[in-house]
């Protein structure tokens, strides 16, 4: 493999030159604005022509490539040397901005052996250490001296179909060659690709690790789906799920996934282990769906979830409306008439069907306590709610440090009076923000902000999808916060005055 390779300008790509590459300058612009910074006049011009990689500003001045955003990181050579069966790569990249250039270099060491990536010494395998550095003229070049390598151990080379680039190709073919996409789900479900977890849903080194992985998912990998999997990876897993949910239509599944019902399952925390698909939500969207499958046929009830995926993801609707009105569905089904559900099944979860189901069950629970005890009795029995509920026992949350450590008091401890006086502030007085401890806090926050949590998220805080944390103001319960595993806001309903 030759040793060094710098960016050519004319070609637009990347080439072996004899000696050390000499830095570039990249070229800073903004394409949505059709837009170059001029070196020359200093300011944003207009482009108003583009030929043989290079561009004209309107102030006349000419422009080559490379052409890269403002405050990005362009890499323009690659020192490549190789000892034993580790191959060490200076990249050599410059730091651009409109206000600012400096020069960046950085030392990675691809070990065959160990299956590892170093960067400057350290393991790496976080997006963010190994992204967006390697061409993929390298990058080819040393899958393909790998490559040799599984082939004298399996006598075939592995290929490569992937959307993955640089060193997180290189990664995902030296831990698993024959099902290099992985890696790419891997980070969906949290794994660490030097775990033991890894290895064991991925299949390692085996030839037949992909079909493996699709048999751990329940999908049987047809041509058509190989085709999707190789296009966008995490496409499989939306499939996946909506296959578990209870379609069976082949191309309603294949319209699953998409972008959209990947982000819808992810916001859940979709994991898979052992074949056995679980997220937040499942049981009550299988509730949904198989009620619906029973009144209508599998396009009506999918094109009813998708209205509710597109519900999710709209900013201008909030989260709760959603997620609060499948968990109630799921409680109050049985209560419900064919007619009420074709309406639901027409709207999808909306804030219109959050709001019924919250009437009904507000409808539900009235009446003496005998009365409310058996209304809970009976769905729990129907629906099989969660122990801390069922029970109405207080469960204590296993909770970690740092999730405890979201607690905050807003604003002074102490202020001046009309006496000039330094007087503590009540946490009355101000907004305190409080971690969920046990299952009667649930309840207590449900009850008082007239939402799911009370009864819906015992069981996801207990085996720690979710975190909770509320805030009190003058007595009163004020905000509610859902927190993902990985410190994402999920959800914030508040209630005003």
Not at 31 to 40: A, D, G, H, N, T
Not at 249 to 268: E, H, I, P, T
């Amino acid at each position: 493999m030759e040793r060094y390779w710098s960016y050519n300008a004319k070609q637009n790509n990347y080439i072996p030159t004899v000696s050390e590459p000499l830095s570039a300058f990249p070229t800073i612009v903004n394409s949505k604005q059709r837009q170059v910074w001029c070196r020359s006049c200093h300011k944003w011009e207009p482009i108003i022509a583009f030929s043989n990689n290079v561009l004209k500003a309107q102030c006349g001045k000419l422009y080559a490539g490379p052409f890269i955003p403002n405050g990005s990181i362009f890499s323009y050579g690659f020192d490549v040397s190789k000892r034993d069966k580790t191959f060490c790569i200076r990249v050599q990249s410059q730091a651009v901005a409109t206000d600012y250039r400096r020069l960046v270099e950085n030392n990675y060491e691809l070990d065959i052996n160990k299956k590892r990536i170093f960067k400057d010494g350290a393991p790496a395998y976080e997006h963010k250490d190994i992204a967006g550095v390697l061409c993929k003229e390298v990058t080819q070049n040393l899958i393909d001296e790998i490559g040799d390598e599984y082939k004298i151990q399996y006598g075939i080379k592995p290929s490569v179909t992937s959307s993955l680039k640089g060193f997180s190709l290189l990664l995902g073919y030296l831990l698993c060659p024959f099902n290099v996409n992985f890696y790419l789900i891997s980070r969906h479900w949290g794994l660490n690709p030097y775990d033991a977890d890894f290895t064991t849903l991925s299949s390692g080194d085996t030839s037949d690790a992909e079909n493996e992985m699709f048999a751990s998912l329940g999908i049987r990998p047809s041509k058509s789906v190989r085709k999707l999997y190789q296009k966008f990876p995490q496409g499989i897993i939306s499939y996946a799920a909506a296959k578990d949910l209870g379609f069976t239509d082949v191309n309603l599944l294949m319209k699953s996934a998409n972008a959209r019902w990947y982000a819808f399952f992810q916001y859940f925390m979709l994991t898979v282990n052992d074949g056995e698909i679980n997220y937040t939500i499942r049981r009550q969207l299988r509730r949904f769906i198989g009620d619906m499958l029973a009144l209508t046929n599998q396009k009506t009830v999918w094109n009813s979830l998708d209205r509710t995926v597109n519900y999710l993801l709209d900013k201008n609707i909030r989260n709760f409306y959603v997620t609060d009105g499948i968990q109630m569905y799921a409680a109050k089904a049985r209560h419900l008439t064919e007619r009420e559900k074709r309406q639901i099944l027409s709207e999808g979860f909306n804030q219109y069907t959050h709001d019924f189901l919250m009437r009904r069950q507000e409808e539900r629970y009235t009446g003496t306590l005998l009365d409310i005890f058996a209304a809970y009795f009976e769905d729990v029995q129907e629906n099989g709610m969660d122990d801390a509920f069922i029970s109405n026992k207080n469960i204590v949350f296993e909770l970690e440090q740092n999730f405890l450590d979201l607690e905050y008091k807003t604003g002074d401890d102490f202020t001046i009076n009309e006496n000039k006086e330094r007087v503590p502030v009540s946490d009355e007085d101000r907004y305190c923000f409080y971690v969920a401890r046990d299952s009667q806090t649930l309840r207590t926050i449900g009850s008082e902000m007239s939402n799911c949590v009370g009864w819906g998220y015992a069981e996801a805080v207990k085996e720690r999808r979710s975190t909770i944390v509320y805030a009190k103001h003058k007595g009163k319960y004020k905000i509610c916060i859902e927190v993902a595993p990985d410190f994402s806001i999920r959800q914030a309903p508040t209630i005003q005055n």
